[in-house]
């Protein structure tokens, strides 16, 4: 089945404990992304990457740490978690690029974060 | 960055009545997509609208895209309690390769 798995799906931290959120996909997909979702403030952009070792900084960088070593994975790092990082986390994988059309999201689940 | 602004941020309807959200940009878009999120859900892709002026329809769903392609609606006709969700549009960002998500419209169904 085609999908994109993020773990762990709920974890509880604690402020400057350094955290790793996991992504794979196995459609082969080119483009990988990482979003945080917040009540009223929608799903933001906090990185992403083109293909292997390429990536780049979304609308909401600041605090995190992104690497892109095999196509399939796409692991997020908060170095030194805080409060104000405490979130739900996605995934993201496409096949391409706009405008070709090819820049279709498939979502994980999410990951809940929450930073004592 | 860029922006897409979306409206409203929530609706409630009476189950039967229709439902529209409107999704705005400052740029033009090359294309638009629509996502759903149920409660507790990740969002999943509805449909991608690309030419100027398009309409689709997905069953009691119509997406229609702007003739200047900087703005986009889905309209629900007759609400039904499986409709309950987060409806957000999305739109190239400030690279080809970003996608950009509007704020989303929180829809209850009431039965």
């Known amino acids: 089945e085609a999908q994109v798995t993020q773990n762990p799906r709920y974890l509880i931290t604690v402020t400057g404990k350094k955290l790793t959120v996991t992504c794979s996909q196995n459609?082969?997909?080119?483009?990988m992304s990482w979003y945080r979702q917040d009540p009223g403030l929608g799903l933001r952009q906090i990185y992403y990457s083109m293909n292997v070792e390429v990536t780049d900084k979304g609308d909401v960088p600041e605090g995190y740490k992104v690497s892109r070593k095999e196509k399939r994975n796409f692991p997020l790092i908060l170095e030194s978690p805080s409060p104000n990082q405490t979130s739900l986390y996605f995934c993201a994988s496409s096949l391409g690029k706009a405008p070709s059309g090819a820049n279709v999201l498939t979502f994980g689940a999410g990951s809940r974060l929450t930073v004592l | 960055g860029q922006q897409v602004m979306q409206i409203p941020q929530y609706q409630h309807v009476q189950e039967g009545e229709d439902f529209t959200t409107y999704c705005n940009s400052s740029?033009?878009?090359?294309?638009i997509q629509w996502y759903k999120q149920r409660p507790g859900g990740h969002p999943v892709f509805l449909i991608q609208l690309v030419k100027s002026g398009e309409v689709k329809k997905q069953k009691r769903l119509t997406f229609q895209f702007g003739e200047a392609k900087k703005n986009s609606s889905l309209h629900i006709t007759a609400t039904q309690t499986t409709d309950v969700g987060t409806y957000f549009c999305a739109g190239p960002g400030g690279s080809a390769w970003q996608l950009t998500f509007g704020s989303g419209t929180q829809l209850t169904v009431l039965p």
């Open positions: 740029t033009t878009l090359s294309n």
């Open positions: 459609m082969n997909h080119e483009y």
